[in-house]
């Protein structure tokens, strides 16, 4: 136990300390010879691989700026916003809820959390839209290389920060949502149709609603969403990993532990990103150094799987580049990197969305990726976002 | 006029899809129109499957089934989906089964019938099993023509209800008990043991944030062929009807009544002709005995209209929904014959009369409408006085004012267990019933369980059935035996699931429980190669077991099997 804790602490990424070379520079190569140069900046399975043998090579890095709604709506808004005595977001309407970043104020983690959780993400999305065939492809990869595919597709309306789609900022009767999602299987057959329809209150203190269509009883069935550790076989990721962190903002504990230059890459080249049969590494990406904001997560309820988690905050977009997790045990458990790629809204201007997101379980071998490129402001009515849309849903079938 | 209908249906779709396919198609040439069409919007789905059964059980002389194979069902279904515009889409499947039968079955249920007088018996044809029509298992035309309204034609399905495994409000289609085991959902689930039916059905979102939706379904039923069932629990051998044969569910039937070496089941519900048999010195003479003939009217059960509608809210939490059904209930358990006239065996009465041949009572299927009155809900509770439940609770409500049930006598004359009761000529009597099902499910971990994965959970679930007979009366009893039916009958089940390996091999149990002392289970375990997510191959058992033969899932106890089935989805 004290063996684990000690590796943790090592792991653990010291701020403005820990970017181990930041003179890299577009053109250079990582590989076994010089991984030293980005220890700390990649995951530590990623660097493992680079260790035994892994290249990869270094680009310029993409810049985005923010949507020019979104940067308004912060400016009107965010001088009201404040938290409440549990962290809870008080005042916010729409925007980022705190621009001005005092890195020396003590609650500084907490609305790092709130930036990460209104982030820009359109007023809602289809997950999959921009990938060829507008679904997300996920691969489970076993241990000895054996693979499974599955197809779904996921839509998310936020129904209350509302930028460019009419009406805006909220949907009448929607102020007490933060977002809506409807997620449909589509391949192989068996799974498909089936739908889940989740909503998240903005009341803290109440659970989210998760319903699920499934087409073998053609019944909708009800589930509870306190159990957020639960494995999502056969994938590696459990319900509060879903966009890296995915849970209720105040049922956690946020600890700034500093800035951090990292490697990520926001221009992501081919979709679904090349690889081996058998293996999540990306072969021919290149990866570019990226200024984060390093945040600790620990949960209120120490029943709770991940004890840490480690986010790394884009500092521009505040979406998460390498997302790292530990056990109880203070093992280092599961690796989790995304990567950007720009996509355009109907009036041409440019944004960016994850693209391939890859999460490792060190301990048991198995990792899973998920290509999952959006396409923003679809327009969506509030109505797709009910128990008749699931009632509807036929195999194979789009609810679009 | 049947055919006729039957004949518009598919003109009616036809010319719906060609409208909408040709407002789509404008603009560039026809063939890369439909070429881009077929590549963007049409997708193809389905599965092959092939499921070999084996008996394991020790059988009886009347399902002589002892260890041999009772089941090789071949099925494929082809699935086509077509998202045609925003506001139409179309489904298409058909179901192509072959399921050759067996001799052994065949001899055994010749063997198995006795007849008084003596007639000509035949097991079931060979191809009954099979399904080969061209005409589509499922085609249904999506309209969307307004955000807050859905309207579905076509061939379909349309289920209500919360419950697993066991139908209770879910009776809107008929289902097919015919290859299927009862009470094993892990064999063959719901939607594949479904007949989906013509018709529309309608959701009208009235308020999209709390999901106060208004849907209306109605089911003309005369489009379908009425299949013979075979999963009932009135035999040939019993009854008479020689259109009526036992299949390889059909419920065990009743052989306690015997009277003068003769099966005696049609004293349960009238007397002889004979005036001396209803005399005070017990009878001796043949003529006492009474032969059952069942006859049935068409449209049988699913093969009739149905009407229904409900309305959905959601009130914080609580969903619910409360509906109406108007039509046939379907479900085999529920028949209820009436008692339409006696007459004697031979041509004339003379010989009934003389005390040289019995009676022949017949009974008619009651096809009388049957009224559901319905209601459902959920709740998931996170905690309950500070402890984590974490529990989703459902529960569905069916209340049928008057429902027939049939009735007799206990004890009966002649030392039988039942015969007629006089009170009830008909045989049959109308009481309120109540139906309802609680089910409780949760994810569990349970860590020494799962070394390989602590987090992948548990999926348990727990339910319980009750029916409830208001102004219950003794002597009410199913048709097929002489067990009486409760004024509360209760059924709980219990289903617990969970993958290991990640998710290559996931077992599944299915347990049914009956107070009264009957029990069902249905394990199953299956494989999924970590290499190939469209294979799946399951070994399943389907056991029934109780402290006798004549009631709940003691009518399956000579019919436990095993069966491994193998599946590619394509």
Same mark, same amino acid.
């Given at each position: ?58 680009k ?70 921009a990938v060829k065939?507008?679904?997300?492809i ?104 879903? =966009?890296?962190? *995915? @849970?209720?903002? /105040? ?8 800035? !951090?230059?990292?490697? $990520?890459n926001?221009s992501q080249e081919h979709l679904p990103f090349h690889r081996k049969?058998?293996?999540?590494l990306p072969l021919d990406e290149k990866w ?51 990567m950007f790629t720009p ?12 693209a391939d997101?890859v999460?490792? =379980?060190?301990? *048991? @071998?198995?990792? /899973?990726i998920?290509t999952?490129t959006?396409?923003?402001? !679809?327009?969506?009515? $509030? ?18 | ?570």
């Amino acid at each position: 136990m004290a063996f684990s804790l000690v590796l943790m602490c090592l792991a653990l990424p010291v701020p403005k300390t820990l970017a181990a070379d930041p003179d890299l520079k577009p053109g250079d190569t990582i590989g076994p010879n010089n991984w030293q140069r980005i220890q700390g900046m990649v995951g530590e399975n990623f660097l493992n691989r680079i260790k035994a043998g892994h290249t990869i090579q270094i680009k310029p890095s993409k810049t985005y700026r923010a949507l020019k709604e979104y940067a308004d709506a912060t400016e009107k808004y965010s001088g009201k916003v404040h938290l409440g005595s549990n962290g809870e977001l008080l005042g916010h309407v729409a925007g980022q809820p705190f621009p001005k970043m005092d890195l020396s104020d003590p609650q500084i983690g907490q609305k790092l959390a709130w930036n990460f959780f209104w982030r820009w993400l359109g007023d809602d999305y289809k997950t999959g839209g921009a990938v060829k065939g507008g679904k997300i492809i996920r691969s489970a990869i076993e241990k000895d290389g054996a693979e499974r595919r599955a197809d779904l597709v996921s839509y998310f309306l936020f129904p209350r920060t509302r930028y460019i789609l009419d009406p805006k900022p909220v949907i009448p009767g929607y102020e007490h949502i933060d977002y809506m999602q409807l997620r449909v299987d589509s391949y192989p057959r068996d799974a498909a149709g089936t739908t889940t329809l989740e909503i998240r209150y903005a009341d803290p203190n109440r659970a989210d609603d998760l319903y699920i269509y499934i087409p073998s009883i053609r019944r909708i069935r009800r589930a509870t969403t306190t159990q957020r550790c639960q494995t999502l076989a056969p994938s590696e990721f459990n319900l509060d990993d879903i =966009n890296s962190f *995915n @849970g209720k903002i /105040t049922d956690f504990n946020y600890k700034f532990l500093g800035e !951090k230059k990292i490697l $990520a890459n926001l221009s992501q080249e081919h979709l679904p990103f090349h690889r081996k049969q058998g293996d999540y590494l990306p072969l021919d990406e290149k990866w570019e150094v990226v200024d984060t904001y390093v945040l600790e997560i620990t949960p209120k309820d120490s029943n709770y799987c991940y004890p840490r988690k480690l986010l790394h905050l884009n500092k521009m977009t505040f979406d998460t580049h390498w997302t790292l997790i530990w056990d109880k045990r203070g093992e280092y458990w599961k690796e989790q990197f995304g990567m950007f790629t720009p996509v355009k809204l109907a009036d041409g201007r440019e944004v960016w969305s994850v693209a391939d997101v890859v999460i490792v =379980n060190v301990q *048991n @071998g198995r990792s /899973t990726i998920v290509t999952a490129t959006r396409s923003y402001n !679809k327009g969506y009515p $509030a109505s797709m976002f009910g128990l008749s849309t699931l009632e509807s849903v036929m195999r194979g079938g789009s609810i679009e | 006029m049947e055919a006729t209908q039957r004949q518009l249906v598919p003109l009616v779709v036809g010319i719906l899809l060609i409208g909408i396919c040709f407002s789509h198609a404008s603009g560039e040439s026809p063939f890369d129109e439909w070429e881009k069409f077929l590549q963007e919007k049409v997708s193809f789905r389905g599965f092959v499957e092939n499921t070999t059964g084996l008996s394991v059980s020790h059988g009886s002389h009347f399902f002589d089934t002892s260890n041999r194979f009772i089941m090789n069902r071949f099925t494929i279904q082809p699935e086509f989906n077509v998202d045609m515009t925003d506001w139409a889409k179309f489904f298409i499947s058909w179901r192509f089964v072959k399921e050759p039968r067996y001799n052994a079955e065949a001899k055994s249920r010749k063997q198995s019938v006795t007849y008084f007088p003596a007639a000509p018996v035949k097991p079931l044809s060979n191809t009954f099993y099979d399904e080969d029509s061209f005409k589509p298992w499922e085609a249904v035309l999506d309209l969307k023509p307004h955000d807050q309204l859905k309207i579905r034609l076509g061939r379909q399905f349309i289920s209500w209800g919360e419950t697993d495994g066991i139908r209770l409000l879910d009776l809107i289609n008929p289902q097919d008990l015919t290859f299927s085991p009862p009470a094993a959902p892990n064999l063959f689930n719901l939607d594949e043991t479904r007949i989906p039916a013509w018709g529309l059905r309608t959701l009208y979102t009235i308020q999209p944030v709390s999901n106060t939706i208004l849907e209306f379904f109605a089911l003309p039923g005369g489009f379908e062929q009425a299949k013979q069932r075979v999963d009932e629990i009135v035999g040939s051998n019993d009854t008479g009807d020689l259109k009526v044969r036992y299949g390889r569910w059909s419920a065990h039937p009743e052989t306690r009544l015997t009277f003068l070496g003769r099966n005696a089941f049609g004293n349960l519900f009238a007397n002889s002709i004979r005036p001396a048999c209803s005399g005070a010195a017990p009878p001796t003479s043949i003529s006492c005995l009474v032969i059952p003939s069942t006859s049935r009217e068409l449209p049988d059960a699913g093969d009739s209209w149905k009407i229904g509608s409900r309305i959905s809210h959601s009130i914080g939490k609580l969903s619910f929904s409360l509906g109406y059904i108007w039509g046939f209930n379907p479900q085999s358990t529920d028949m209820v014959f009436k008692v339409k006239g006696v007459n004697c065996s031979a041509p004339v009465p003379g010989p009934c009369l003389a005390g040289t041949a019995p009676s022949v009572v017949n009974l008619r299927l009651v096809n009388d409408r049957t009224n559901i009155f319905a209601g459902q809900f959920n709740y998931p509770v996170a905690d309950l006085f500070g402890l984590p439940v974490n529990t989703a609770v459902r529960g569905e409500v069916a209340f049928i004012p008057d429902k027939p049930y049939n009735i007799s006598k206990y004890p009966g004359a002649f030392g039988l267990k039942a015969t007629a009761d006089p009170k009830h000529p008909d045989g049959t009597v109308e009481k309120h019933t109540l139906r309802y099902a609680l089910g409780f499910d949760r994810t569990t971990l349970i860590p020494f369980l799962h070394p390989d994965d602590p987090w992948r959970a548990f999926n348990l679930s727990f339910q319980i059935f009750q029916n409830i007979i208001f102004n219950h009366e003794d002597g009410i009893h199913p048709f097929s035996t002489a067990e009486k039916i409760k004024r509360v009958s209760t059924t709980f089940t219990f289903r617990a699931s969970t993958g290991y390996l990640g998710d290559t091999i996931l077992p599944d149990v299915f347990v049914g429980y009956d107070p009264e002392g009957y029990w069902s289970a249905n394990p199953s375990i299956s494989y999924v190669p970590p290499g190939n997510e469209k294979i799946r191959v399951s070994l399943v058992g389907a056991l029934y077991g109780g402290r006798n033969k004549f009631k709940s899932f003691g009518f399956f106890d000579e019919k436990d099997s095993v069966f491994l089935k193998m599946r590619y989805q394509f």
